[in-house]
């Protein structure tokens, strides 16, 4: 026992492995159950928390969708653990009383809560649930110092930083807690579903697989491996020159968001998203693909970092849902195609386009939504 132990502590201290805490709380539990009393096992520190960020955050509602008189609306702020503090709308049942289901929603990626997530936790609200859309770190009214930067770490973090927050709450019931995707925080959804054993019910929502189409462009099944390898060092080459530019320059080159003007030649799903954020329907001053978009270097993280890698390991009810008529089709159907598990289903929305799944009434199919959260949160 305690050469092995010896051994044990002796390849963590090789390794610089800091951050072993889960092994040394197993270590913990195994000395314990030898009857030594945690005689010799490392003890563990704690961090204090340093309080959060003011924001400043709108008193007005600033939706790009009506407001419902059958929910209570408030602002909330919460922290995630890299200490940046995030903004959300919550939207309350009324007259519900005691601990409900409740349910984060984000996306999609480039849009603020004001938009179609807000739009998804508003109508969800109204079907019975305590919902929260929220702005991801470093946009809309969030927090962070740098502006429109995107991660696929942190923005996986925001996720189960929602979900810290709801668990807190007196009245959310913390075992009944689910989290909603839309476009690119569907894939974000997805990772945090595969590492937060907390999510009890992930949505994803005309899902895009972010560092798919980031590492490998629009329709990669079209293009050979060799030309895929190509096109990434070039890009990496390119966006990393940017990087010594910004440094230089103090300041970071943004991608220039939906295109505008709009080409006549643009293809019909550039139109699309051009329909969406450039005009009153879906246009909101915080929202970076409405305006400048994202910092141009966001994109090298999630070239290196695939989101999807453990998403054949989520044992909790997912339900993904996709335009029939969307260019993005393919990301849902490959990355449910990796899900195990008769807890799994597949949607496709006849006749929908991918930005009919940010607010089209007619064809975002809250029913089976609703009917899916309350099948697996009660």
């Known amino acids: 026992m305690k050469n092995v132990k010896k051994i044990k502590w002796m390849i963590l201290a090789l390794a610089g492995l800091a951050l072993a805490g889960s092994v040394m709380t197993a270590e913990a539990a195994d000395v314990s159950s030898q009857g030594e009393k945690g ?14 960020e003011p924001l400043k955050l709108t008193d007005t509602w600033d939706k790009t969708f009506p407001k419902s008189d059958k929910v ?3 602002k909330v702020t919460f922290h995630n653990r890299y200490g940046i503090t995030l903004a959300a709308d919550l939207y309350r049942p009324k007259n519900r009383k005691g601990k ?9 990626f480039g849009a603020v809560k004001e938009q179609a997530a807000g739009l998804y936790a508003q109508k969800l ?25 995107a991660s696929p770490d942190i923005n996986t973090e925001d996720f189960s930083a929602a979900v810290d927050y709801l668990s807190s709450r007196a009245d959310v019931n913390p075992d009944k807690i689910g989290i909603a995707g839309i476009c690119g925080f569907g894939g974000m959804a997805l990772n945090a579903a595969a590492m937060d054993t907390r999510i009890k019910a992930t949505v994803t929502s005309t899902m895009y697989d972010m560092s798919r189409v980031i590492a490998n462009g629009y329709f990669d099944y079209e293009k050979n491996q060799t030309l895929l390898k190509k096109e990434r060092m070039e890009r990496r080459k390119v966006l990393n020159e940017e990087r010594t530019l ?8 943004r991608d220039g968001g939906v295109v505008d003007p709009l080409p006549a030649d643009a ?5 699309d998203y051009y329909d969406y954020y450039k005009t009153k329907r879906g246009y909101h001053p915080r929202s970076p693909n409405s ?7 966001s994109a090298l993280s999630f070239m290196n970092m695939p989101l999807l890698t453990y998403a054949d390991e989520i044992e909790s009810p997912v339900l993904m849902i996709h335009g029939e008529k969307a260019h993005s089709r393919y990301f849902s159907e490959d990355a449910f195609k990796k899900l195990k598990g008769n807890n799994k289903e597949l949607l496709i929305v006849p006749g929908a386009s991918h930005t009919d799944l940010y607010d089209n009434m007619d064809k975002i199919p809250f029913d089976k939504i609703a009917a899916f ?3 697996y949160l009660g």
């Not at 563990?44 to 340093?50: D, F, L, M, N, V």
């Not at 910004?246 to 080159?253: L, V």
């Open 39 to 52: 005689n010799g096992v490392r003890r563990i520190s704690t961090t204090p928390w340093q309080g959060e």
């Open 72 to 74: 209570d609306h408030s």
């Open 100 to 108: 409900m289901a409740a349910l984060a929603v984000a996306g999609p």
């Open 125 to 149: 609200a109204e079907m019975g649930f305590l919902t929260m859309a929220f702005d991801p770190s470093f946009i809309g009214e969030s927090g962070g110092r740098v502006r429109n930067v």
């Open 246 to 253: 910004d440094y230089r320059n103090g300041n970071y080159k």
């Open 267 to 271: 293809p019909q799903f550039v139109k």
């Open 291 to 297: 305006n400048d978009g994202w910092n141009l270097t």
């Open 373 to 375: 959260f309350h099948k």
